[in-house]
């Protein structure tokens, strides 16, 4: 839409300047101008000449479907655009999609009963009406998890311009309400102010983006007033959750669920932490012969101790013990103990954690949140610059409908995706739309249906074009498997 404003304000500008003898022939030359800039606008190009299309291709029909994204403090609106063959009614397929909901086991979640029937959508004089069967009031959400639900249903609607507002039915009546929580007795206008953004505090923060996409796996949560606090320094406990976290280190069902016997004396078996420190413990990346009988989760963590951590993580304790000693190519690491250096000398070699500008590493600095967000972000190599990718996860299985979910700083908000087999096979790409473009943070979502695959192995490819080179940046690559 920008980009059509933009081309129209300067197409009144020539005409608005032409001499008025010479005001028809400009204005068809200005007409000529605008079809071109329309053209060359709507279309961003490959580093190959190949066109890349934002908009529905021939046949289809493009949509976006708002489901339910939640952190442990709130409920948000997550934007997920995906295709359909043409229909002469669009409306009603995005409810029915709705109603089946994104692929089980991800971050994002429907809340409509899925035995619920689409009886109808009809729309007039700007008023969507959408009639559900009466399975959608036993929808098991408590008061905000219903405002959202409503909120999903009218903002799916509100993407048609011929819907101004929504009117909710059940067997083709109104009614108060779904689950007791929200007035329906009214017409309902399309919010969009409840599509996620990340933690407030870190808007506009050079961490914005890394941040943003762990949020959408999970990794971070912040704090109960909805804060990220991306300067604080990181606690040795807060640490471990997102080493365990993100790398999927975790066994299943241990998260947040007190398992053993406690290792240290400081780590009680109702504390948040007990539960990751455990499993640390057992998986050898903390030693109790490092800390003593107490173990300090609250103590601020040094950038050496996070070395420490992430090789031991990351499985390279071996490399570590080889380069004990090592040279390192910083001014304030001299006079560390070999065995340190030998941390440092792995995990920097493989820049999982890096110095600064000055030259030094600060061993003894207390690393703040967001920069061991960073270094998480490292380790994974979710992306890095403008666009980050979030979902799928590395090895993830994937069959039947696939979810793509990201968080990107680009021009126009355009986001492209492949999907290739391990011997290079084009199996799908597309390009999805942001909820923000550069040079603020919008986070993406594409769904799309995966048609058996003979392969077992693959990889997701995420990056955008260049607005001025029309290349392609920020490639980021994610090894994935096919098949159950």
């Known amino acids: 839409m920008r980009r059509r404003l933009g081309a129209r304000r300067l197409m009144i500008g020539l005409v608005s300047r032409a001499p008025r003898s010479n005001k028809r022939v400009n204005f068809l030359m200005g007409f000529l101008i605008l079809i071109l800039l329309l053209g060359f606008l709507t279309r961003p190009w490959s580093g190959t000449g190949k066109v890349v299309r934002a908009a529905p291709g021939p046949g289809e029909t493009r949509l976006t479907l708002y489901f339910t994204f939640h952190t442990p403090n709130a409920f948000y609106l997550f934007p997920v655009n995906t295709s359909i063959p043409d229909t002469k009614t669009p409306a009603a397929a995005a409810m029915e999609l709705l109603i089946q909901g994104p692929p089980p086991g991800g971050p994002l979640w429907s809340g409509i009963p899925r035995d619920t029937r689409l009886l109808g959508v009809e729309i007039k004089d700007g008023t969507a009406y959408v009639n559900f069967s009466r399975e959608i009031t036993r929808a098991n959400v408590g008061s905000s998890g219903e405002a959202l639900l409503v909120q999903s249903i009218v903002a799916t609607l509100g ?16 009614v108060e309400t779904l689950a007791g929580h929200v007035d329906l007795t009214g017409y309902l206008t399309p919010q969009f102010d409840k599509v996620y953004r990340g933690f407030p505090d870190t808007r506009g923060h050079w961490s914005e983006g890394e941040v943003l ?10 704090y109960p007033d909805g804060t990220f606090a991306p300067e604080e320094k990181t606690t040795r406990a807060e640490f471990i959750k997102m ?23 400081d780590v009680g078996e109702s504390s948040w932490f007990f539960p990751y420190i455990e499993r640390a413990v057992s998986l050898g990346i903390v030693r109790p012969q490092d800390y003593g009988p ?3 989760p609250e103590e601020k963590l040094t950038r050496r101790e996070m070395a420490v951590l992430v090789v031991r993580a990351m499985g390279l304790e071996g490399e570590a013990a080889r380069k004990r000693g090592a040279d390192l190519p910083f001014a304030d690491t001299v006079n560390l103990p070999d065995w340190a250096k030998g941390y440092l000398a792995a995990a920097a070699e493989r820049k999982y954690l890096r110095g600064y500008e000055d030259g030094t590493f600060r061993p003894n600095g207390q690393a703040t949140r967001a920069e061991a967000t960073a270094v998480l972000g490292r380790l994974l190599n979710l992306g890095q610059g403008a666009m980050y990718l979030a979902q799928p996860q590395r090895d993830q299985r994937l069959t039947g409908q696939v ?13 492209c995706f492949r999907l290739k087999s391990k011997t290079g096979r084009l ?54 498997r096919f098949g159950q």
């Open 427 to 480: 199996l799908q790409e597309d390009c999805l739309m942001a909820s923000e473009g550069a040079p603020g943070w919008g986070v993406f979502g594409g769904l799309f249906n995966l048609a058996p695959v003979e392969e077992k192995e693959g990889m997701v490819e995420a990056f955008y074009y260049s607005p001025k080179d029309g290349q392609e940046r920020n490639v980021i690559s994610i090894p994935v």
């Open 243 to 265: 080493v365990l976290a993100g790398l999927d280190l975790l066994k299943p069902g241990s998260e947040g669920k007190p398992v053993g016997t406690p290792t240290f004396t």
């Open 159 to 174: 993407q048609f311009p011929t819907v101004k507002r929504v009117k909710i039915l059940v067997e083709g009546q109104p």
């Open 294 to 296: 107490a173990f300090a």
């Open 403 to 415: 979810l793509i979910m990201g968080a990107a700083s680009v021009f126009e908000a355009s986001v």
């Open 213 to 222: 996409a762990f949020s959408l796996r999970g990794v971070l949560s912040g």
